[in-house]
């Protein structure tokens, strides 16, 4: 049994009666509760004092109306202190370590001092403060929290007079607290004396104050104690020609006492630097008359008011009753170092901020009313990122009135907060994230009016209910943030109210419903900086307005949106107006595709299309968008058809982001800027239109990588490069399949080079087909390579033909030797060859053997042939190279995507310049055959056949030749039938260039031309002969026609004979019928017979009737 149970009972007057029997009762009861623990821990002492004052209390309340009586009651519970709770304490907190020293002045032991070393603990002054509050400071309890939370003491029995050594304003505080709310006043527990605490103010409070000397040399054990050579900065410390108020971090007053140490981020090393009580050799403390010069470091600057020893790395405990006689000091930071053990905000009387966080501190000292200076000065309280264990309602308890900034998270606090908070009516922010705290929210806005941020986020157990609709009106809030905790219920339309909030986050609940579109007025729609609603179980539409919150992170994942078909709010979806949206890459909500072309049409200027029907509608499907076409159930788009719509701005690289897009047509618009490189990612796209707008620098190199790609139109634009793309299939859209400005003239010096394009478009939007030539499809380079070729061919062509002529001339002559008629006809053969080359031509000269002459039509040709040459490089189909005369007569329009000759020649034109040439060039054709096969003549002499040979091949493939040229030629730049025409004379004029040039020599000097007119001369006298001749021989043949007439007439006058024979016969027989009826005059009759007897028929004159 626990013999601290066995207590007895309290007696008194006051004890009768029914009272009496209850209270005597209820003590009975405990007692025999208390009994039954056989094993007690620290926790079953600590639960027995609780209990029991508990219990003492409660009854005292229901029992006793007379408070005078409760006084009475309570001062009767001695028992309590003396029993149970002492030693609750000292199994909690350990047994008293403390020393009482003594000290005699004179032999007779009447001269003296008690003094207690070590009596400060931290641990007790808690456990007693709790018992001095709950007993309403009656009985001990108060006693011994005063000593154990201000320290070592001193009775100088001599004078009978107390000395606080250890915190002087500690003693102050609490010996007037005890006063003046409960009426007690304080007495030694530790050091037997009967007799009440002398105040420790008024008088003594002079003798606390420091000396220059003394603080110095305080410095310097700082600067000892934390590695100070190590030290960032040291700056004039240790240094005996600098005084200490020069040496960096410190600042000090008029009088040259330290008021300021800033020592932050300077690699402070050890101990936390306050010093008191130097030892001796033995570990004792020494012991002075004068307490005063046993404090050193931190503990003896008086009148410091700032302390920054922030992010260095000191550790070990803080002993805080020597700092409490830091009256001035107002600033305390010792965040982001290695402290450990317990803290206490309220560290000096005079605190306004005190920052003890990221350090290991693993418990917080409540907030104490006894402390009264602090209790109203604090302002700002730290205590965040370390390991506090400790429930969070004994924290908030007696929270200081003026407290405006409370943060705590980053802990290991437990239990709920209390459902009545302190009226705080200055607090602005308080935080207790990253906890463990859970129950039911209570209402802050009863206690905290002025609240503007409250993190109670991510508690490992978290908070259950609904959110207290109060909040909804706390109209100063702007950081609500009750993220990561069990809240349920719905939001309220009510939240529309807070208008200047911040961020509002409550993921991680289990909130659920649909959003109110009041979100839209949070922070009244531009001050809003993040909204979590994230993991919760929210459903239905996402409101519009929540895209309206312009800067804020909205942040809705893993809610039940999804489960719907509608998507949500576009604007939202693009982070137009919200700086972030986590749900934006979710393709349920927030389709990419609809993204992209939103994109798209932000960057094309889509407020200035002639027609946006539908773009940008918050919840119309994109599919519907004017010029979008989708197919399949996942609406992928397929086209964009936006030509001649009003587009401007740039092409987004959004762009890239439809990739199942098979067609895109944004022709005859005004984009400007580059191609964007994401084009190049569309792999399925086969029809792609830019033509007619204002890009520049390079095409994509991705355009190459478009397999499918059937038609690429890129005319009428500024690009500057186009990479090396396979040859697109051309069956599809024949001519008009690829299509780029690489014509000439260019808008730039060179023109762009396109080596598979289809059709090459100019500056002037006239386009030609780049596609092979004949000659090219044969393997042939150009139409120079193929005249050189023909040339070569046509040449052996003659050499073969004229050697075959003179082989079979020569078989001939071995037959029939020669004659000397042959011999005659050579000269006659040589005016004929010069009558077949020309005898106005220099080319007559090939015939002779002149070598004047030879040189005069070699030149002549070579001009001829050089003009001919430059005609062939301006028809060649190099659309790239500006000396071509090619003419583009091909329209690309805007309206389509076929390509179309525009050119007015037609098959008559093509006629006509058939029946020209054939007309023109004919003549030379044969006749410099004629020539060919005049030189295969055997009556020749070897250099006779040669020249002859030499001028019919020249004449042959010269008029060749030019028939070539003209042809392509007119094939190239020929428009219409007329120009063919002209081109056609043009040629032609250049073929009479010999004659002029002839002329030309022949009127410069006759003698240069005289072969010409010694020919003629000859020919005239042969024309003369043969013109004689041919008259005698024209007598011949009228001498033979005149006898052949002599013969002719004889044969018919003998035909004539016969057929008068057959009339006579006939005559007579009628005549010889009518006999009886006609007389015939003899005379008549008789010249007849005599007639026909002597044959003279001619003689006979036949009647007409005959």
Known sequence: LDPGCLLPLPTGSIFTGDMGLAVSAAVSAAVENCCYCKNPTCEDFTWKCEERTNIWWTLADQCIEDSSKKCQVASNWKFVETGVCDKAASCSCGTDQF???????????????????????????????????DTLGQGQACD??????????????????????????????????????????????????????????????????????????????????????????????????????????????????????????????????????????????????????????????????????????????????????????????????????????????????????????????????????????????DVSNNVIQQDAADLLENTPPKIEQFIASNNQFYGSLPASLDNLPKLRQFEMASNALSGILPDFTESFATLQELDLSNQTKGFTGPIPEDVWRSLSLKILNLAGSMLTGTIPSLVGNLAVLEVLDLSNNVLKGSLPSELGLLGGGASLKRLGLSNNAFTGVIPIQVGQLQGASVLLKDNRFQNTSNTAPLNLCLEREVKEFDLADDTTLCPPERNALSNFYDSAKGAEWTNGSLWLDEYASYCDWKGVTCEDDMNHVVKVNLTNNGLSGRLSECIGNLTFMKELDLSDNDIKGSIPLELGKLSNLMY?????????????????????????????????????????????????TFVADCGVPSAFEKALECYNCTMCCNEDDDCYPQQKTKVQELGLKDYGTFASVLSACFIVLCCSVALLLYISARRKNIENSLTSEMETRIKELDIYALSKIGKDSVYSYFVTDKVFGWIAALITLGIQFGIFVFFIHAAEANLQDNRTDIQFTWKCPRDTDVCSNKADLTDAGWAIYCVLMVAFLSTDMISGAKLIYHSAKIT?????????????????????????????????????????????????????LDEWIFSALEAINDDWTSHVAKSEDEMKVQIASQQEELKNLREIVERIQDSLTQMDQIASEKEELRKLHEIVDKMLESNASAHSEHVVSGSESDVYAQQLETEHVDDIVVPYEA
Not at 946 to 952: E, L, S, V
Not at 953 to 977: D, E, G, H, R
């Open 99 to 133: 020393k009482i020293v003594t000290k005699y002045y004179d032999d007779n032991g009447v001269d003296y001092f008690n003094e207690t070393v070590g009596l400060y603990n931290e641990c007790k002054c808690d456990f007693w403060l709790r018992r001095c509050e």
């Open 144 to 381: 011994y929290a005063a000593e154990y939370c201000c320290g070592d003491y001193r009775y100088d029995a001599g004078i009978e007079t107390f000395k606080f050594l250890n915190s002087p304003q500690c003693y102050c505080d609490f010996y007037n607290y005890a006063e003046n709310k409960f009426a007690h006043k304080l007495k030694p527990k530790a050091l037997n004396v009967e007799k009440e605490f002398t105040s420790p103010c008024g008088p003594f409070k002079t003798y606390w104050l420091s000396k220059s000397v003394v603080e110095k040399i305080s410095l310097e054990l700082i600067y000892n104690g934390t590695n100070g050579q190590n030290w960032t900065n040291n700056v004039g410390w240790k240094d005996e020609t600098v005084d200490h108020c020069e040496w960096y971090g410190i600042s000090c007053d008029a009088d040259g006492f330290v008021t300021d140490i800033d020592l932050r981020d300077n690699n402070l090393v050890g101990q936390f630097p306050i010093y008191t009580r130097d030892v001796n050799s033995s570990g004792d403390p020494i012991l002075d008359n004068t307490w005063r010069l046993t404090k050193y470091g931190l503990a003896s600057l008086y009148k410091l008011k700032t302390l920054d020893l922030a992010e260095n790395e000191l550790t070990g405990t803080i002993e805080y009753a020597p700092l409490y006689n830091l009256v001035a000091l107002t600033y305390f930071d010792v965040s982001e170092n290695q402290l450990s053990g317990e803290l206490e905000a309220q560290v000096a009387p005079s605190i306004k901020y005190a920052d003890f966080s990221s350090n290991n501190f693993m418990s917080m000292r409540r907030f104490v009313q006894y402390k009264a200076s602090s209790f109203q000065t604090l302002r700002f309280c």
């Open 688 to 736: 792609l239109r830019l033509s007619y707008n204002a890009f520049t620098g390079a095409a994509p190199d991705g355009l190459a990588e478009m397999k499918g790609l059937q038609l690429l139109q890129l005319q009428s634009n500024r690009i500057t490069k186009i990479p090396t793309i396979p040859r697109l299939i051309d069956n599809i859209h024949g001519q008009s």
């Open 940 to 992: 020749h002499s070897f250099k006779s056949r040669i020249r002859y040979f030499f001028g019919g091949m020249c004449l042959c493939w010269f008029t060749l030749f030019a028939l070539y040229v003209s042809t392509v030629y007119n094939k190239a730049i020929a428009t219409s039938n007329t120009e063919i025409i002209v081109n056609s004379v043009i040629v032609l004029f250049i073929m009479d």
